[in-house]
C-alpha cells in the first residue's frame, strides 16, 4: 500500500516549535491533509513524541518516535524507532549527553511538554538546541543499537546540514537514506554534491508552525507502516516525493 509520510515535525518542546504546535494540534491537522504516518521530532528530546503517538491511535494516524539529534559536527540526525521502550532508553540515555546549560526562553523560546488534553506537564530547563557529546559515528551506533534507524536531516542546508557541516559521509552512514530540505531542489542538490546520486533523498516539512505540516512529505510503497518498512522502501527507491 501506498502511505503518506511527514516523519520530520517539531512541537512545543522544540524551543523554535509555535507554542500552536501541541501534540493534539499536530496530529488533527495531520488527519487533515490525510497523512498516514508522522514523527514528532524535537531537538534532542522526545517526550512530546510519546503523547502524539497515543492520541495518533485514536485518531488512526501512526505517529512513529523521533528526535532531531545534534552531533558533536553540529550535524542534524533524525533517528526513530518502532518501540516506545526502546525510544524512551535511547532519550533517557541521550539527555545524558546535552550539555547542562539553561534555556533562554526570552531568547531560544519556550521548550514545554504538553499531553494530550493540551495541559503543560512540565517545562524543560536544559536548552535542546544544542549539540549533543557524541559524533555522529557515536550517536549512529547507540540508535541502532536501540533498533533504530537514521536520517541525516537536511542534508545540504547551510545550518546543521552534513553536507554543509561535514563535507563527506562517513561510513556509518553509508547505508542510510537521507533528507533534503523542504524547499531544496533535488537536481540542484545532486548537481553541487554529486556523490550523493548513489542515495534516496527524501523529504519532510520540518514544520515549526502548523500551517507547515505537510508541505512536503514523501509517498512510500509498505506491506505495514511501520519504520522498518518506511526505511527500506526508501532505501530500494519505493518512494516519491510530493
Ligand atoms: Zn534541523
Ligand atoms: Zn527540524
Do not use: W
Not at 516549535?17 to 494540534?25: T, V
Not at 492520541?55 to 559536527?73: D, P, S, W
Not at 524543560?124 to 536501540?146: Q, W
Not at 533523498?201 to 505537510?214: K, V
Amino acid at each position: 500500500m501506498k502511505i503518506s509520510a511527514d516523519l520530520h515535525i517539531h512541537s512545543t518542546l522544540s524551543p523554535c516549535g509555535a507554542l500552536e504546535m501541541s501534540p493534539s494540534a499536530i496530529v488533527n491537522r495531520a488527519k487533515e491533509l490525510n497523512l498516514d504516518v508522522i514523527s514528532v521530532t524535537d531537538h534532542n528530546s522526545m517526550e512530546n513524541c510519546f503523547y502524539a503517538s497515543s492520541i495518533g491511535e485514536k485518531f488512526g494516524v501512526k505517529v512513529i518516535y523521533g528526535m532531531e539529534a545534534q552531533t558533536l559536527e553540529d550535524v542534524h540526525i533524525l533517528c526513530y524507532f518502532e518501540k516506545m521502550k526502546e525510544a524512551e532508553i535511547f532519550y533517557s540515555d541521550i539527555y545524558n549527553y546535552l550539555p547542562s546549560i539553561k534555556n533562554r526562553p526570552d531568547y531560544f523560546g519556550d521548550q514545554v511538554v504538553v499531553d494530550e488534553d493540551d495541559n503543560i506537564v512540565r517545562v524543560e530547563e536544559k536548552l535542546l538546541f544544542n549539540s549533543i557529546d557524541l559524533s555522529i559515528s557515536e550517536l549512529v551506533d547507540r540508535v541502532r543499537s536501540y533498533n533504530g534507524y537514521v536520517v541525516p536531516a537536511h542534508i545540504e542546508s547551510e545550518q546543521f546540514g552534513l553536507m554543509r557541516n561535514l563535507g563527506f559521509i562517513v561510513e556509518e552512514l553509508k547505508n542510510c537514506i537521507f533528507e533534503i530540505s523542504y524547499n531544496a531542489d533535488r537536481e540542484k542538490v545532486l548537481a553541487k554534491y554529486p556523490e550523493l546520486d548513489n542515495f534516496s533523498l527524501i523529504s519532510n516539512s520540518d514544520a515549526h508552525y502548523i500551517r507547515d505540516i505537510g508541505r512536503v512529505y514523501t509517498i512510500y510503497d509498505v506491506k505495514t507502516p511501520v519504520i522498518e518498512e518506511i526505511y527500506k522502501a526508501g532505501l530500494e527507491g519505493r518512494f516519491e516525493v510530493k
